[in-house]
């Protein structure tokens, strides 16, 4: 037998083996390779007699196709064999229902602080906004609160300097001075945002929320205030009926001062708004100070009007029964997930962890 026959026998009988990709490509080399098996015999070719040549080329060539080919077609066979074992391990299922995706939820206090926006805007206010750092004479010198007031005292006032000329405002009535000093009346705003104060129990956090009023026009009297507040609190509370007082206080910014309380009354445990005898203070109001109008160019013989400040985080308390003020500053995704709420637009399959 010939060497070329010899080769051609042995390798198509190695082709036939169970081979791997590594073992082919070897097989492949020990052919065709530099110093390859079939290599060799071409470059024999020039000393083969001239007579014979011709056949053995021939020979040669047919016996490099056949073994070209088979070594073609065994790698294509591992090559697919390998991708349907890949395709097979890493299938996916998409009949299976999918992962929930976890959902944030919205705070009860800016839930509420957009309830409120929202009823506010409906009869004529717009909204504004004021800085959490505020100097000393937009919320206290302006507001016409005297350097001896207590509300001044360390106590209650994070001071943020030495000179005490910056601070974290005590309450959002500062956004009164800062909208007329920017404007000319009328004005007709609420305010709603952070405040400081030095001070933490369990019904008191240092950081809480108050939504601001004021509404300045010729001949606004007392009467405005409180069809205002009437026609914010049932709207709030979601009740025909509310149970209102005015009880006679004192503020430095409004004279007269009054503070309001609404009846509620408790039924197997639970708050209810409106009816009942007993009396819960949810707001301070008054009519706006003319010393306050004056410090901002405003004449009080022209333009009169009320002011207001609610605090936000009880509001929320009362009406979603939350009974723990802290809670509302924990942090707690827990507790979140159980008083958020969900915004309107999400589909429910979107809202993950809150179902
Ligand atoms: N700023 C007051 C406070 O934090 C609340 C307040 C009372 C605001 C009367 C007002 C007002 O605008 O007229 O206790």
Redesign the pocket.
Known sequence: MSDIKKIKDEYLAKLNEQLDLNLINQIKTDLFGKNGLISNQFKQLGKIPEEERKKFASDLNIIKDELQNLIAFKIEEIEKKEINQKLEKEKIDITLPERPVPQGKIHPVSQVIDEISSIFSEIGFSIEEGPDVENEYNNFTALNTPDNHPARDMHDTFYLDEKKELLLR????PV?IRTMLNDKPPFKIIAPGR?YRSDSDQTHAPMFH?V???HIDKNINMGHLKGCLNYFIKEFFEVDKIKMRFRPSH?P??EP?AEVDIGYEVKNGKIIIGEGDKWLEV????M?HPNVLKNVNVNPDEFQG????IGIDRLAMLKYGINDLRAFFDCDYRWLSQFGFDPIDVPSSYRGLSR
Do not use: I, K
């Not at 005590?170 to 009535?173: A, L, M, Q, V």
């Not at 009320?306 to 400040?309: E, H, N, T």
């Open positions: 005590t309450h959002t009535s009164q405040t108050q601001e009023g004021l503020f910014f409004t001062s707001l301070g109001c008054g706006v009320y002011a207001f400040g």
